[in-house]
């Protein structure tokens, strides 16, 4: 889960840990692993954009797109994980990195390296399915968004970090303008701050981060240190003569009172908006049909595309359907040109295939302009493009202010057009809200009820 571009989810950090008081674990293998594993992608997938952000390719081809888990579930499945190892730009790797390796070396000097990595892993899919399951919530354009980064396991980290260390030290600053104001903390103080404000940020729908994301990992990872890692607390436990705990020095352990019942608070939301999302899924299908439409253009039918896009078709009438917004401008256009052309949703089309050839005037914010089309297609029985390979031109449309004027000519050599659909918002979240509220639940009770015989007190 992850930044959101124009068209991508992301995760960013805004309050930076300094460092934590401790001691001890050994070596941290896998999270220097995931480090240099999540790094060397980077590089990979940045390159040709001189390291300044992931290349469109890799975002659209990687990134976890939530309606594939309908449209394409084995492709949506394994998004889930590539999606994990990309990042959008510098910075959204730097303090990703730099929160694991804060916080992954301790819990991993606990769980160990197997346990360690399925807790990563698993966090990160849980982030997914609560991605997935508020789309409702979010909005239906939110279906067709790639997003990308290891924030969801991360946070997954961070969530089995609070179980365990809860009463720890840490140092911290965040930045008032260009201010650093520093303090030290409790690790539960921040840890549940921080994940109070992921929360409210999603439940304000603030674009460009997948908060709920977030959320879900971290969910996952309270919930996921009791189940993988309790039995091994214990014998840690009973084994290392705790000083601490004979002498009090620390206190009590766990989460203390007010702060579980702020927890439990944010979590019991959290269910509640699963099944908000639900209802307004569900009237989503009552009130329109939803598509996912993708397009891929290239110079040649053999050549990697040069511009990809996936967008949300949504279809109230014959005369009132919409597309989500989309970025890229070359995919953009040539949509937009399907769509004021009738060629993308024609009801007359219905259940037909052949070629398309011709060539159309259109109007684009008030100015006409040509869209020729020669392409090979079929439709559903909807009278959506279904798929449509072929090659088209047109021309761009310039607005200043509140002058539009015809501009420079646009070929597109070759694109490959599809439509998935119709869409059941109802299933598409049904499966990711039930593994949603099931870990949510757990977590509940690992908070309230066993979260003392999981702190190490340290």
């Known amino acids: 889960m992850w930044v959101l571009m124009m068209g991508a989810r992301v ?45 469109s390719d890799a975002l659209w081809t990687y990134g976890y797109i939530p309606a594939y888990l309908y449209t394409a579930p084995e492709n949506g499945i394994l998004r889930i994980f590539t999606s994990m190892f990309l990042h ?84 911290m600053c965040f930045f008032y303008i260009f201010i650093p104001i520093c303090g030290t903390f409790r690790a539960s103080t ?59 020095i620390l206190g009590e352990e766990g989460i203390g009172g007010a702060q579980k019942a702020v927890l439990a608070g944010v979590l019991i939301s959290i269910i509640a908006m699963g099944f908000y999302s639900y209802v307004s899924g569900s009237s989503i299908d009552r009130l329109q049909l939803t598509y996912v439409v993708s397009v891929r253009i290239s110079s040649s039918e053999k050549d990697p595309p040069y511009s990809l896009s996936v967008a949300t078709l949504s279809i109230r009438d014959i005369s009132d359907f919409t597309m989500s917004p989309i970025a890229d401008d070359a995919s953009r256009i040539l949509i937009n040109r399907l769509v004021a052309s009738g060629v993308l949703f024609n009801p007359q089309m219905s259940n037909k295939e052949g070629s398309i050839s011709g060539s159309y005037s259109v109007s684009i914010y008030g100015v006409r302009v040509p869209f020729t089309i020669s392409a090979r297609a079929s439709y559903d029985g909807n009278g959506v493009l279904a798929e449509a390979r072929g090659s088209a ?7 200043s202010g509140s002058t539009c004027a015809r501009g420079d000519t646009i070929s597109y050599p070759w694109f490959d057009l599809r ?40």
Request: net charge positive; with cysteine; proline share 4%.
């Open 190 to 248: 921040f840890l549940l701050f921080w994940f109070a404000i992921q929360v409210i940020y999603g439940y304000l729908r603030l674009g460009g981060i997948a908060f709920l994301a977030h959320a879900g990992g971290f969910i996952a990872g309270m919930a996921l240190t009791w189940l993988l890692g309790g039995g091994v607390i214990a014998r840690l436990k009973q084994f290392s003569a705790p000083s601490w705990n004979i002498l009090g």
């Open 11 to 55: 995760f960013r950090r805004s309050w930076v840990p300094v460092g934590v008081s401790l001691e001890g674990g050994g070596f941290p293998i896998a999270t220097i692993a995931i480090i240099a594993i999540n790094s060397v992608l980077y590089l990979l997938t940045s390159y040709k954009n001189m390291l300044l952000s992931i290349n």
């Open 88 to 171: 959008a730009d510098p910075l959204h790797i730097f303090f990703n990195m730099y929160f694991l390796y804060i916080f992954g070396r301790g819990v991993e000097g606990v769980l160990g390296v197997g346990r360690y990595l399925a807790l990563y892993l698993l966090s990160g899919v849980w982030a997914s399915l609560l991605h997935t399951a508020s789309v409702g919530f979010q909005g239906v354009a939110s279906i067709s968004i790639p997003a990308v980064g290891a924030s969801g396991a991360i946070s997954g980290i961070l969530g089995a970090f609070l179980v365990l260390y809860p009463r720890t030290p840490l140092s």
């Open 419 to 458: 439509s998935l659909g119709p869409i059941q918002m109802v299933k598409l979240i049904e499966t990711p809200l039930l593994l949603s509220i099931a870990i949510t639940i757990l977590g509940l009770y690992v908070i309230i009820a066993r979260d003392r015989e999981l702190s190490l007190g340290v």
């Open 393 to 399: 031109s047109t021309a761009s449309v310039i607005c």
